[in-house]
């Protein structure tokens, strides 16, 4: 995203400019400096965001940390009821889906689904005001001992680009419910959906509560990590920049920060499973409707040597199947990626592939055509004969590539999928439940899946093992985690 000034803004710009949420008005930034939203689709300037400073990010902080106390005072029913209204909010968003189509590249078909998710997300937060408890405890037979949970006070969230709308509609819930006053950043590569979330929480929550900033991570996001006043830090992005933040927040204060990281997640499918259901099953994990632009993709498919050849030929016909379209266009199956320097990485990673010994068996770089010269496209890649030393089956693409990896016995293959420093999701199939029991407990991964792929359950947690997390969300442990605990010890 480049930085442009109002002097040298594009007049074509599809959908204009798009404001911060400051103190409960709708602000640029106090530099007059702005940053170009570019469509994935036409690698066009389509909107502009300010370009916030740490200036702006302070007058965030300061208007969410004065707001707070009188939120945290109301009752838990009270904000349960609101944040009811703002999931009702969310999940009325039509008006949204074109924006974070356009802007991230998302297919528009599937993007209805980050309504109802996003409200579905903050209504289960919003019931659970009652557990916001502490505990009485018999220290001694005399006197009461009992804690007490109390908000932090300001919390910072910071998002990434795959699902900006999303994000940002549900990773307030948590922070609010516990009593806090949040400021959330947009990330610069989608960042034009937020201003929707922000008109939504200007009708529905008390002004200065919750604040939106736009602009480069390691500016303004590294200005909230390092505030004082922010104690609390909520992240979900990359493995590379959740280690950043816990660097930068250690530079300045001991602060609690939760960190929702990459995957690359591994598939197993034992010998028994049904071929056709397990190729459309390694399909659809890997949510080529946002061009694989998922933590939770499974990205490594582990195919027993007994049935890799008739599942590789269905996945292939399957793939070759998914169509390409405008991310706008209702019956698109999959879109671009996200950016030009996204781009040029998955295209970097799939020529390294190929150089290491993979086989292309669909796909394997920009689609042909003219339309596709333009913009960030990718065709649906998927590799065969991938081993565990290449870098596709290292690194997390975060794209439309799929690997495929053969084994031959069990202990290889639980070493395959346990010979990485991430370990996000793992989806297991097959018909057998003792050995896919002793399987899941050999996994090290936060979320498995035996005979499923891609979706989450409200209430069971979202977590990462080894790189790809510390905390966990979606669940009564996320709510509380914006909470600190407190002894009170009456003497009688
Ligand atoms: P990213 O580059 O790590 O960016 C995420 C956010 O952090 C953006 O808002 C970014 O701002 C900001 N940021 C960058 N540098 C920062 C710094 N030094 N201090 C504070 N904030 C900083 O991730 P991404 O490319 O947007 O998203 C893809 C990654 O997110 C993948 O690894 C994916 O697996 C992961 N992800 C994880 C989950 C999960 O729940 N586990 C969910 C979704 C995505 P800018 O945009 O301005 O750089």
């Known amino acids: 995203m480049a930085h442009t000034s109002p002097r040298t803004r594009p007049e074509t710009q599809q959908f204009g400019d798009h404001l911060m949420y400051i103190g409960g008005e709708f602000v640029a930034s106090e530099s007059g400096q702005w940053m170009d939203s570019v469509s994935p689709a036409t690698g066009e300037v389509h909107?502009?965001?300010?370009?916030?400073t740490p200036a702006d990010v302070d007058r965030a902080v300061r208007s969410a940390r004065a707001a707070q106390p009188e939120w945290a005072a109301t009752h838990v029913f009270e904000r349960g009821a609101i944040l009811r209204k703002l999931a009702d909010a969310v999940r009325n968003a039509q008006d949204v889906l074109l924006l974070e189509a356009a802007d991230t590249g998302n297919t528009i078909g599937s993007l209805g689904g980050d309504l109802v998710l996003a409200a579905a997300y903050i209504d289960f937060i919003a019931g659970l005001g009652m557990e916001i408890k502490g505990e009485s405890v018999p220290a001694t037979p005399q006197n009461i001992h009992f804690t007490l949970r109390e908000p932090y006070g300001v919390v910072g969230r910071i998002v990434p680009f795959n699902h900006p709308f999303l994000f940002a509609g549900a990773h307030l819930a948590a922070p609010l419910m516990a009593g806090n006053g949040v400021v959330l950043k947009s990330p610069d590569q989608s960042p034009l959906s937020a201003t929707v979330m922000a008109r939504i929480c200007h009708e529905i929550l008390p002004p200065g509560l919750v604040n939106f900033v736009?602009?480069?991570g390691t500016v303004v996001g590294?200005?909230?990590?390092?505030?004082?006043?922010?104690p609390r830090i909520g992240f979900t992005g990359?493995?590379?920049?959740g280690m950043a933040i816990q660097?930068?927040?250690a530079e300045v204060a001991v602060k609690h920060i939760s960190l929702e990281l990459g995957g690359k997640n591994p598939f197993i499918a034992f010998p028994d499973v049904d071929i056709e259901e397990v190729a459309q099953a390694a399909v659809n994990g890997m949510n080529f409707a946002w061009s694989g632009q998922s933590c939770g993709s499974t990205s490594r498919l582990m195919l027993h040597e007994s049935i890799y050849d008739d599942v590789v030929a269905r996945i292939k016909d399957k793939v070759e199947k998914i169509r390409l379209g405008e991310p706008t266009d209702p019956d698109a199956g999959m879109g671009p990626v996200n950016s030009a320097g996204h781009h040029a990485r998955i295209l970097d990673i799939i020529?390294?592939?190929k150089h290491e010994g993979a086989t292309t068996i669909t796909g394997g770089g920009i689609p042909e055509g003219e339309r596709y010269q333009h913009g960030f496209w990718i065709a649906p890649t998927v590799f065969g004969d991938v081993t565990m030393n290449m870098r596709v089956a290292r690194e997390e693409v975060f794209g439309p590539v799929l690997s495929i990896l053969k084994w031959k016995t069990s202990e290889e293959v639980i070493a395959m999928a346990n010979d990485l420093d991430l370990g996000l999701t793992a989806a297991v199939w097959t018909g057998d439940l003792k050995l896919a029991m002793k399987t899941v407990r050999q996994l090290e991964a936060g979320l498995i899946w035996i005979n499923g792929t891609g979706r989450h359950y409200l209430g069971t947690g979202f977590n990462g093992w080894k790189n790809s997390g510390l905390g966990r969300e979606e669940c009564l442990d996320e709510v509380l985690s914006?909470?600190?605990t407190k002894a009170v010890h009456i003497i009688c």
């Open 47 to 52: 909107g502009r965001v300010p370009a916030a």
């Open 214 to 216: 736009s602009g480069v």
């Open 222 to 230: 590294d200005a909230i990590v390092r505030h004082p006043d922010v």
């Open 238 to 241: 990359s493995v590379a920049t």
């Open 247 to 249: 660097r930068s927040a």
């Open 351 to 353: 020529e390294s592939a």
């Open 482 to 484: 914006y909470t600190r």
